[in-house]
């Protein structure tokens, strides 16, 4: 099973310093992802065990959610294009 996850991440998600995820959105967008027939096996649990296994960070953060460090989904992050001599979001 970590094989899949390891997957997401690399394809799906950018590791960086500073960035955090919420472990909600992360399993949401995660399983979306997982072909139907796969989602049974990966529980919360499985999740965090491999999570943990992997050596991503994970805790709670100033509001009580659980936060995963160092890591977000490349969709959820803007990408910046030159418009004249500015970079503007896209």
Same mark, same amino acid.
């Given at each position: ?8 991440? /690399?394809?799906?998600? @950018? ?12 399993? /949401? ?13 990966? #529980?919360?649990?499985?999740? @965090?065990? #491999?999570? /943990? /296994? ?5 805790? @709670? ?17 803007? #990408? ?11």
């Amino acid at each position: 099973m970590p094989n899949r996850l390891s997957e997401f991440i /690399d394809t799906e998600a @950018v590791q960086l310093a500073g960035l955090k995820i919420s472990f909600a959105r992360f399993v /949401d967008a995660f399983r979306s992802w997982l072909p139907p027939v796969e989602r049974p096996a990966w #529980t919360r649990a499985a999740i @965090v065990k #491999t999570l /943990d /296994d992997l050596g991503i960070q994970r805790g @709670v953060a100033g509001n009580g959610r659980v936060f995963l460090g160092n890591l977000d989904l490349k969709s959820e992050r803007p #990408t910046l294009q030159r418009s004249g001599n500015r970079l503007v979001r896209r």
